[in-house]
């Protein structure tokens, strides 16, 4: 994928929740203390490309936020769209 502004379309979790305590120690080494401790691998496409698509990790702080969020991916009735600056 390209890099760019436009937004991304999220169009289902393929793999996750994931926490650091999944990964074997000797995966750990490296990771800094401070980072995001859960994630989802998630299918999204450019929404200007939605037929091209690949899988990205989505980071959280916390498993109740990526639970929330597998959820709503889950359960919507077509991809979301995800701002890349955050918003």
Same mark, same amino acid.
């Given at each position: 994928m390209? $890099?760019? *502004?436009? #937004? @991304? @379309?999220?169009w289902q979790v393929v793999a996750g929740p994931?926490? @650091?305590d999944d990964l074997p120690q000797e995966e750990l080494e490296g990771i800094p203390e401070d980072a995001?401790?859960?994630?989802?691998? @998630?299918?999204?496409?450019y929404k200007s $490309? #939605?037929?091209y698509w690949d899988v990205a990790p989505m980071?959280? *702080?916390?498993l109740d936020e990526c639970y929330m969020f597998k959820n709503k991916v889950d359960y919507s009735m077509g991809p979301l769209e995800l701002s890349?600056?955050? *918003?």
């Open positions: 390209s $890099e760019t *502004s436009d #937004p @991304l @379309l999220a994931f926490s @650091l995001w401790e859960f994630w989802v691998e @998630l299918m999204v496409s $490309e #939605p037929d980071y959280f *702080s916390t890349l600056d955050g *918003s």
